[in-house]
Structures are given as structure tokens and as C-alpha cells.
């Protein structure tokens, strides 16, 4: 996991700087309306629209747009899309596996972005079932390093749940079951600890290690993945040293 997390978090705070952070707020935005449609519109009662809105606010969203977004998903205002949740499964070159979640309005459009972008990239989709066995769904807390130890985090978390705590480089990175998603969270918040984000996701049992040609042909399938307003999330099984993210971040 750590391969993949670390060059997740490395790329979303390069994106806050350039072209892609229009998509990235698009996509934050979409989540809040998904998180307020299904659980309703108070993010006091509904914990998924409040890390939704948590995350959007540490990407620096503007605040009217997550408020028009939390309106538009409770049924507060008008104009909420009809979004449906679709995951796709697909390999990419080396073996990798990929899960593929999308967000979308229409499930033709987002079948073949996803297509083309595989293609395109040395990848194909899979039958269904033939790639997520190989991943776990489980809550993932991402938690800025600042003055923290490793210790401090484990120490706060371990009651609530979580299973394990991963160093990122700049960030700690808690995995615990989806169902202690919350319990997990909720214990940084009492134990003063800042956390980035805090969502579900889809963690790999094996990982692929992957060299700098690899790890290089896999960035450009995602990144071409991501670059579809559709694609919300991109999950892989590989992982790259840190040796090797050196060389490609140079």
C-alpha cells in the first residue's frame, strides 16, 4: 500500500497547485451531494457527509460551493444530479490490478472513458469479480505528521479500532475496518490530533512491486483514469520503493 498512498497523497497536493485542482474540487464537490442525498443533509447526523465536507474544506473549496452542494443533496435546493455509483475492474501493464469507482449520470459515457483510458494506456477491463477479490474494503485515515510521533497516533487510535499505522514520509496513514471508520476518527478529534482525510477504501491483500518503468507506465494509466470528470476514485495493487518514487518525482 504504501507505494500507492504515498504517491496518492504526494499527487493531490501537487494538484491543489495546477490545472487538475478544478476536477479535484469537482470531484469533492460531487461527494458532498452523493453524501447528503443518501444520509441527509446535516453532517451532525450523517458522519460520511462530514468527512465529505472536512476533506473538500482541507482542499480548500470555497465554502458557498460545499453549502450549494449539501443543499442540492438533501433536497434543499434544486438541481441535484442523479448520480449512480458504478465500480469497474481492469488490469494494467505488469499485472497490476485496478478498481476503478465512478460517479456519474451516465453510465454509457463513464464505461467508455474508462475503456479508452485502459487502452489507451497498455490496460483492459476485466469481468466483474475477477479483480476486487484481491482488495479489502477498509477506513483509511490520512494524518499529517506535523510534531507527531508514530506512538501518539497508534496510542490514540488503538481502542477505537484500528489495525494498523503506516508512515507516509509527511503523513501517518491509520487503516481500520470500514465499520470503525468513525469510532477511528472520532478518537483523533478527542485526542486533539488533525486529520486530512478519513474515508473508505479498497486496500490491497498483495501488492506488485513495481520499477521505475513500471511504476512510471501505471502513474500515466491513473492519472489518464482521473482525468475523466466520471472516475472518483482509482485503487491499485502495486507498490514502488522509495527509492524509485525519488527518481520519478526528480
Known sequence: MSGHSKWATTKHKKAALDSKR????????????????TGGPDPDGNPTLFDAI???????????????????????????????????????????????ECLTDNRNRAASEVRVALTRNGGSLADPGSV??????????????????????????????????NDL??????????????????ALQDAGIDYESAEMSFVPTLNVPLEEDGARKIFKLIDALEDSDDVQNVWANFDVSDEVMEKIEA
Not at 503523513?171 to 475496518?177: A, G, L, M
Open 22 to 37: 478544478g476536477k479535484l474540487f469537482a470531484k469533492l464537490i460531487k461527494n458532498i451531494e452523493v453524501a447528503a442525498r
Open 54 to 100: 472536512t476533506k473538500a474544506r482541507k482542499n480548500s473549496v470555497p465554502i458557498d460551493n460545499i453549502e450549494r452542494a449539501r443543499k442540492r443533496g438533501g433536497g434543499l435546493e434544486a438541481g441535484g444530479a442523479d448520480w449512480q455509483t458504478i465500480m469497474y475492474e481492469g488490469y494494467a501493464p505488469g499485472g497490476v490490478a485496478v478498481l476503478i
Open 132 to 165: 476486487s477479490y484481491m482488495f479489502n474494503r477498509k477506513g483509511v485515515v490520512i494524518v499529517p505528521k506535523g510534531s507527531l510521533t508514530e506512538d501518539d497516533v497508534l496510542m490514540a487510535v488503538l481502542d477505537a479500532g484500528a489495525e494498523e499505522v
Open 169 to 186: 514520509g509527511e503523513n501517518f496513514e491509520v487503516v481500520c475496518e470500514a465499520s470503525d471508520l468513525i469510532p477511528v476518527r472520532k
